[in-house]
């Protein structure tokens, strides 16, 4: 079975802090993604990885970082988190070598930021 | 512009009331559909992956569907723990396998 893992499940920060948020995925897939999601709004599209050390942006990266130096492994960071980016954050993973390829996702962080 | 539909947002059944879920799309050259469920607080589970035009997956109750510009996932005989958030997605053309997710449709299925 595919097991995409995050850091925390719960996460309560202060305006300003820097917060990181991680991602590991077991199933040796090339991409990785980072969302939120928010009622409403649906999942968005912050920041994604095909490969170590690669990264593009998505819909809404502003804000945010990641950081990939191992294959397994995504990172999201906050520089310094606001009050606007509390959500759930959700990592997911999937094959490039594949053409067409489903996205597995992990358990998502609830963050809090206040 | 690329865009995902699912209707209708929300839908209340009985147990054993059956019916569907539409995802409409305006992505040319598909390279598949996706169907996910959430459950609150969770991430998305992966259900259904679909080709192309005319295929067909099934899993327990639910059944996906695939035309040329929408799929449907028929639920039949719904029980209250079917009851969730469920998400379709598709594959645009290139190969950086990002995903284009719809709404979700939120369904409840009463005892």
């Known amino acids: 079975d595919v097991k995409v893992t995050q850091s925390s499940r719960y996460l309560v920060k202060r305006t300003g802090e820097k917060v990181f948020l991680e991602c590991v995925q077991d199933m040796d897939h090339e991409n990785m993604f980072w969302y939120r999601q928010d009622p409403g709004l649906g999942l968005r599209l912050i920041y994604f990885?095909?490969?170590?050390?690669?990264?593009e942006k998505g819909d809404i990266p502003e804000g945010y970082s990641v950081s990939r130096e191992k294959k397994e492994r995504f990172s999201l960071i906050l520089e310094s988190a606001s009050t606007n980016q509390t959500s759930m954050y959700l990592c997911?993973?999937?094959?490039?070598?594949?053409?067409?390829?489903?996205?597995?996702f992990g358990p998502g962080t609830r963050l809090t930021v206040t | 512009e690329d865009q995902v539909t699912q209707s209708p947002e929300a839908l209340r059944l009985q147990e054993g009331e059956s019916s569907s879920l539409n995802c409409s799309y305006t992505v040319s050259g598909l390279r598949g559909l996706f169907w996910y469920r959430q459950d609150p607080g969770k991430g998305p589970e992966f259900l259904f992956t679909?080709?192309?035009a005319g295929e067909e997956k099934e899993k327990e109750r639910l059944k996906a569907t695939l035309t040329k510009k929408e799929s449907f996932l028929h639920i039949t005989a719904p029980k209250p723990e079917d009851s969730a958030t469920y998400l379709c997605?598709?594959?645009?053309?290139?190969?950086?396998?990002?995903?284009?997710f719809g709404q979700g449709t939120t369904l409840q299925v009463k005892p």
């Open positions: 679909l080709y192309s």
């Open positions: 997911a993973s999937s094959f490039r070598r594949i053409k067409r390829s489903e996205q597995y």
């Open positions: 997605a598709v594959q645009p053309p290139g190969n950086t396998g990002k995903l284009i």
């Open positions: 990885s095909y490969d170590v050390k690669m990264k």
